[in-house]
């Protein structure tokens, strides 16, 4: 979904590539599938929603009529049902040029109140199942000659914050792996980059909003440019990352907080 704001950036040569999208049913992933529509790409939705699923693709299917999409209903926490997604990718596609990892939840719970199970599920989410995909989609771009794998972490990935602990552990461990990853898979021609949001006005950070676990003033009193981001703005950051303009860049977490971790005076 688009946002309202200066004309988007457009890059001709993502035109008709393969893109997985993770989460795609909603905040951020889906932005992204909007962005990669624009650009003619063939897009494959990967979510467990299977109602958000079918929403988004006639979004897109009315937005863009000529668009190619296919639906993947799986867990990211379940490795065989992620491994059977990337393969019915590439059987429907013939390839896999972009993968987006956007699937996640929050976990914002003091440490001493913790359980296992909501820590588990945290890292399964948040860590674990970005592992998942980017070895999904690594072992298809390697077999190809190459890829771009986005991981969409969280500017608490670099800086930490009370009752996040899960949070914090998972996203700081989702741009290490990135890191990981970019410097093993480089000669096989696949780059690998984090995006770190800050606070994006996401169902996710409206529903934290709603039960009062964020205050939403107060964090725009916070950020320097006086705002939360959109999921639109989020989208044009990984349509460059994915694009030939950021050709010789891998191995990176590319902050887009508002200025959030660069503000060490409130």
């Known amino acids: 979904m688009a946002d309202s704001g200066p004309a988007p950036a457009a890059y001709a040569d993502l035109r008709g590539k393969v893109v997985v999208c993770t989460g795609a049913a909603n905040g951020i992933g889906r932005a992204m ?65 972009i993968t987006l990892n956007n699937a996640g939840i929050s976990m914002n719970k003091p440490a001493l109140e913790l359980t296992g199970e909501e820590w588990r599920r945290a890292i399964d ?41 899960a949070y914090c552990a998972a996203k700081a461990g989702v741009i290490a ?52 981001g959109t999921p639109g703005e989020m989208a044009e950051v990984a349509l460059f990352l994915a694009s030939d303009a950021a050709r010789y860049t891998t191995g990176h977490a590319l902050l887009s907080d508002g200025g959030w971790t660069a503000n060490g005076y409130l």
Not at 89 to 96: N, T
Not at 129 to 151: D, E, L, T
Not at 197 to 209: E, S
């Open 177 to 228: 792996l990135t890191k990981s990853l970019a410097v093993e898979w480089a000669s096989a021609g696949i780059r690998v980059n984090a995006l770190c949001p800050g606070y994006i006005r996401t169902a996710l950070v409206d529903g934290l909003i709603a039960r009062g676990a964020l205050d939403a003033d107060r964090i725009a009193a916070r950020v320097p440019l006086g705002r939360l």
């Open 125 to 165: 989410i948040d860590l674990s199942g970005v592992f998942y995909c980017c070895q999904s989609a690594g072992r298809i771009m390697a077999a190809q000659g190459g890829g771009i794998i986005i991981n969409t972490a969280s500017m608490y990935g670099v800086v930490a914050a009370p009752e996040r602990a």
């Open 33 to 97: 599938l909007d962005a990669f529509a624009r650009h003619e790409c063939r897009l494959a939705l990967l979510d467990m929603d299977a109602e958000g699923l079918a929403a988004a693709q006639a979004q897109l299917s009315d937005r863009y009529p000529d668009v190619q999409t296919l639906c993947l209903q799986a867990s990211v926490r379940d490795d065989a049902a992620v491994e059977q997604a990337y393969a019915d990718a590439r059987s429907r596609f013939g390839r896999v040029d």
